[in-house]
Structure formats: C-alpha cells, structure tokens
Nanobody, 111 residues
C-alpha cells in the first residue's frame, strides 16, 4: 500500500493562490496515474486534474487555465498550483496515485 502525505491547504482570499503537495512512499516512476480530486460540502468527489506517467495533463473545465498539475517523479511528489482561486474552489482536495489516496487537505476560499 502506497502512503501519501498531502500538504498546502488553507484559507485564501478570492483571487489568491495556493500550492498543494502530495508525496508518496514509493518511487514516482512506478506510478502510472497521479491525480488531484476534490470534494465540496454536499457534493460528490470530482476529478480536478490528472497526469499519466507519459502524456499531457488533463484538467476539469472549471479549473483549466487557473490550475497546473506538476508531477516530479524523482521527488515522488505531485503538485497542484492553484491560481485565481474562487469561493467555488472551496473543498477538501485529495491526491490519488493509481489506487492509493491521500488523507485530504482542506482549501477554503473566502473573504
């Protein structure tokens, strides 16, 4: 079982930025799919962005142009740079490496 540790969540004002990190207990080179999901209160978990070992990243339409997913295999780490944050981005964000999940980190966008 892969262990994932997330960090970087917090409270930010609308228009602000945050960077989430997710570090794995195994080599990043052994992971096929790395992804970020989020779950807002009262809503289903949704895919935010994903990055296969090879290929271009995929983004949800609601975050395209504002969020950037970066996969750093040598550091076993996945990042999510979030810019121009809006209240509707408020959620618990989870990283997923193949079939393993992080514990979640809360992001709150509010003035």
């Amino acid at each position: 079982q892969v262990q994932l540790v997330e960090s970087g969540g917090g409270l930010v004002q609308p228009g602000g930025s945050l960077r989430l990190s997710c570090t794995a207990s195994v080599s990043g080179f052994s992971i096929e799919t790395m992804a970020w999901y989020r779950q807002a209160p009262g809503k289903q978990r949704e895919l935010v962005a994903s990055k296969l070992r090879y290929g271009s990243p995929v983004y949800a339409g609601s975050v395209k142009g504002r969020f950037t997913i970066v996969r750093d295999n040598p550091k076993n780490t996945l990042y999510l740079q979030m810019n121009s944050l809006q209240p509707e981005d408020t959620a618990v964000y989870y990283c997923a490496f193949d079939n393993s999940w992080g514990q979640g980190t809360k992001v709150t966008v509010s003035s």
